[in-house]
T-cell receptor, first 113, second 116 residues
Framework: ETGVTQSPTHLIKTRGQQVTLRCSSQSGHNTVSWYQQALGQGPQFIFQ???????GRGNFPPRFSGLQFPNYSSELNVNALELDDSALYLCASGTWGKNTEAFFGQGTRLTVV | AQKVTQAQTEISVVEKEDVTLDCVYETRDTTYYLFWYKQPPSGELVFLIRRNSFDEQNEISGRYSWNFQKSTSSFNFTITASQVVDSAVYFC?????????????FGKGTLLTVNP
């Protein structure tokens, strides 16, 4: 039990649509990062937010965007969905500066048809 | 650029056997962190260990042990007397110290199956 919860658990969308995935972190976690995990692969870093500002981004196009809110929740938005966006999306949170590991949620399984 | 290689895609053992999962990494940073995570079928990544690049001491935690060798850029994970509950995908990961523990570069994972 990491205290990080993601919703929804599963989601099916049509190509071209937009999707919003949500993550609720533990109180006090000022950093959240999002990962995409394709089937049979390791998670790939999408971006990271610290105190509501993006402060690191992986090799993902601008149609992947995010928000972090003061209440320790965050969102991952993906526009113009493509079939290759089908994956498990994981969020991880923690407290920058406290030298703790990232706490991962259980993920959202997104299927694009 | 950072890279983590887990050459073993799948390993199958019989309960009570010892098993070692290999991890080789590449980084140009002098300060970095190495991690192992376990991913059961439920999908959540379970943290197992974090190691600072300046700390090459091997670590043992119950049936788990880790061997960090900077000279060969390896951070291997051994499970002693494996159990069926150890069946999962195991990931090795790397992060630059400057970017915190939350920007991780993962390997492709090793699927461990422990048969009764």
């Amino acid at each position: 039990e990491t205290g990080v919860t993601q919703s929804p658990t599963h989601l099916i969308k049509t190509r071209g649509q937009q999707v919003t995935l949500r993550c609720s972190s533990q109180s006090g976690h000022n950093t959240v990062s999002w990962y995409q995990q394709a089937l049979g692969q390791g998670p790939q870093f999408i971006f990271q937010y610290y105190r509501e500002e993006e402060n690191g981004r992986g090799n993902f196009p601008p149609r992947f965007s995010g928000l972090q809110f003061p209440n320790y929740s965050s969102e991952l938005n993906v526009n113009a969905l493509e079939l290759d966006d089908s994956a498990l999306y994981l969020c991880a949170s923690g407290t920058w500066g406290k030298n703790t590991e990232a706490f991962f949620g259980q993920g959202t399984r997104l299927t694009v048809v | 650029a950072q890279k983590v290689t887990q050459a073993q895609t799948e390993i199958s053992v019989v309960e009570k056997e010892d098993v070692t999962l290999d991890c080789v990494y590449e980084t140009r940073d002098t300060t970095y962190y190495l991690f192992w995570y376990k991913q059961p079928p439920s999908g959540e990544l379970v943290f197992l260990i974090r190691r600072n690049s300046f700390d090459e001491q091997n670590e043992i935690s119950g049936r788990y042990s880790w061997n960090f060798q900077k000279s060969t850029s390896s951070f291997n994970f051994t499970i002693t007397a494996s159990q069926v509950v150890d069946s999962a995908v195991y990931f090795c990961a790397l992060s630059e110290a400057a970017t915190s523990n939350y920007k991780l570069t993962f390997g492709k994972g090793t699927l461990l199956t422990v048969n009764p």
